[in-house]
């Protein structure tokens, strides 16, 4: 594959998972909003069962939202669960300013050359972005309809059939 059609694909692949992610949220933003919990569907395609959808309960979550309030609350009902802790840190400020250079420079060290002990500089592996022109799906949807990208990316989704591109059927 040539760095042109691998452009091409990624490009691509990015705008079908953006109309497949919209249409997974919308499905379940629908199904939330008209079954009720317990429901459970199978859905079959092709006449084999492809899964199953299920709205189950929600989970519970609990967090302290107002550390002051929870605290005085604490404080007047239950003293015993208070404990006072004494901690030395770093300055934040000064842990970025660390962090900073040492991400410049590529090593923990001072400017006169002495090891920082307890700071770890790791490179990352390359990242690719793929960033989409405003009418990507419009091409990338008329492209797909004429049949243009099968040989492309037909087999990201191989039980689709390209468009005839004589016309005929």
Known sequence: MTRD??????????????????????????????????DRLNGVVADHPAGAIQVKKG?????????????????????DELETVRTTRVRPAYVSAV??????????????GEE???????????????TLADDAADLVSAAWQSGELWELIGGLLPALEPADKDGAE
């Open 116 to 130: 920082i002990p307890g700071i770890t500089v790791v490179a990352g592996e390359p990242t690719v972005a793929v």
């Open 99 to 112: 962090l900073t250079a040492a991400k410049k420079t590529g090593t923990a060290v001072t400017a006169d």
């Open 5 to 38: 059609e691998q452009a091409v694909r990624l490009i691509v692949s990015a705008v079908l998972a953006d109309i497949l992610a919209k249409a997974d949220r919308a499905d379940r933003d629908q199904v939330r909003t008209t079954w009720v919990v317990g």
């Open 59 to 79: 989970a519970v979550r609990a967090t302290v939202t107002d550390q002051a309030a929870f605290a005085e609350w604490v404080k007047t009902h239950r003293a």
